[in-house]
């Protein structure tokens, strides 16, 4: 099973201090503001094991004021992407869209 990490709430995919303190140190990332951790922890590959592992672990202390991470299982076999309204997401499979 894959596992990925999503937020499931209106709001913002996003962590506490705590959390981007935590991720910015597993991850070797170094600290440069509050901003460009914002946006490190967006570029984050949302199945990256140090990440599902985080969320495993203390994942409601490294929800934000706009978010609940959790960690959502799915097969090994499906390419998936994530879809978001408002900032609530789901996985769905990967599948194409013209329009």
Known sequence: MTKIVINVCYGRFEFSEEGQDRLTKLKGFKDTGPS???????????DDPIL???IEEEGTDYNSHCSHLEVVEIPDDVEWVIEEYDGYENIAEKHRTWG
């Open 52 to 54: 599902v592992k985080m």
């Open 36 to 46: 460009s951790i914002w946006l490190k922890c967006h570029d984050i590959k949302r």
